[in-house]
């Protein structure tokens, strides 16, 4: 793969065509933008998900807020230039009412 070319066509928004795998490495490093301390990031119960023809990643974060200490797990919902952390823990953003109904009908159906 020519993961300049996959990044190039993401970039363009040409989605149909850039494999999945890139889709799902920009949505994490989208979540991993939004923490305090994004090296401290634990992921768990990630799943790739087909949604309304696009590509979600939906899982799991847990990272250290600013006084060093771990906020706990907390579920989001990540694509390849939108995300939403829920929880409302010092190393997270908030979430309005859209973004919970948004995160609900993506993810949510999807067990999380």
Avoid: H
């Amino acid at each position: 793969m020519d993961s300049l070319k996959e990044e190039a066509k993401l970039l363009a928004g040409d989605i149909e065509n850039v494999t999945a795998d890139v889709v799902f490495a920009k949505s994490k490093q989208m979540v991993l933008d939004k923490l305090k301390d994004p090296e401290s990031a634990k992921f768990r119960n990630q799943k790739k998900i087909d949604f309304k023809g696009g590509k979600l990643l939906c899982g799991e974060v847990n990272a250290k807020n600013s006084y060093g200490g771990y906020v706990g797990f907390a579920p989001y919902m990540a694509s390849r230039d939108y995300v939403i952390l829920m929880g409302d823990g010092v190393a997270r953003s908030g979430v309005d009412a859209v973004n919970m109904s948004l995160f609900n009908i993506s993810c949510g159906q999807n067990g999380y």
